[in-house]
């Protein structure tokens, strides 16, 4: 992604990349019970339509439009929006469980680790057209979403009290912490 003449090529993969980090995710986590499956339908469905609300409107977030990486757009949002929000939320629960079992950082924690990717995440995203913001300026209100987002999902999460592997939690968003950040250093 940081050499110009194969980005486009490695961009094409964005939505493989995403399909195997979620089903990676799910087969170490060998959770597919029925109740882990509805809160992944739950997680799914409220990323998807947070951000379907957000494009639509330009209230949510900020006014902001999703570019072709991403692939297949549903009410011009990528369906795999809504994997990556059930990746990373997973994730930073798996990351945060294992340190504490207390419901209050179990549900605030994570949205601040998921807030602080964030902040990492759209500076690259735009310059890989993953997003566009309006005159290329990242509102407050998104990061303030996100938080607020974060913290829904993690209160029906921490509820559920799902069995999330620790370790692959840490994989997952420490790839997303090195990819981000170094493409951030060099782009």
Known sequence: MSFVQFRDLFLT??????????????????????????????????????????????????????GAPFGFKLFNTPLLIGVNWLFLAFSA?????????????????????????????EPVAMKLDFWSWKNDLIPI?????WFVTSLFIHTIIYFYRPKINAKVSFYILGAQIVFFGVLGLIL
Request: no cysteine; charged share 10%.
């Open 13 to 66: 993969f964005t939505p493989l990349n995403l399909l195997i980090t979620i089903a990676v995710f799910y087969k170490v986590n060998n959770n597919f019970s029925k109740r882990f499956l509805i809160l992944s339908l739950l997680v799914f469905l409220i990323g998807f339509s947070v951000e379907a609300l957000g494009v639509a409107t330009g209230v949510l977030f900020g006014s902001y439009a999703y």
């Open 93 to 121: 629960h798996g990351v945060v469980q294992s340190f504490t079992k207390k419901a209050l950082w179990l549900i605030l924690l994570p949205a601040v680790l998921m807030t602080s990717l964030d902040v990492l995440v």
């Open 141 to 145: 209100q998104n990061y303030v979403m």
